[in-house]
């Protein structure tokens, strides 16, 4: 390979967020490469098969794809799972949180209170 010639190989990252840690590893595939090969070799690396098979959708960049898309180099391929709670009823329950908070904030116990 002279250094006007491109690359046979491009790298990707697949990754999977939890709430309290990050699972990370790069990959070295061949160009033309799917999401479906990425998976397949990511598979191979300890603990990403078990992240794999919960993952209930597949993106890169924070977008949704189909297993068959072509990857690029640098690619960053994400693992998604399934919502633990839905996002209203998570906004409802930090509203009524701070409601809560709010009103008990300025009530002083009545062993304090002076008559």
């Known amino acids: 390979m002279t250094a ?3 690359s046979e ?3 990707v990252r697949v990754c999977e967020a939890k709430a309290q840690s990050l699972s990370e590893i790069t990959l070295t595939l061949s160009i033309g490469a799917t999401l479906r090969d990425a998976l397949a070799q990511a598979r191979t690396h300890a603990g990403f098969g078990m992240l794999i098979d919960e ?6 960049f924070g977008k949704k794809f ?3 898309a072509t990857l690029s180099d640098g690619d960053r391929v994400e693992l998604y799972r399934a919502l633990m709670v839905e996002p209203k009823v998570a906004r409802r329950r930090r509203a009524a949180h701070r409601q809560k908070v709010r009103q008990t904030k300025n009530r002083v116990p009545i062993t304090d209170r002076t008559v």
């Open 4 to 6: 006007t010639q491109p």
């Open 9 to 11: 190989r491009i790298q």
């Open 55 to 60: 993952a209930v959708a597949v993106g890169v």
């Open 66 to 68: 189909e297993l068959g």
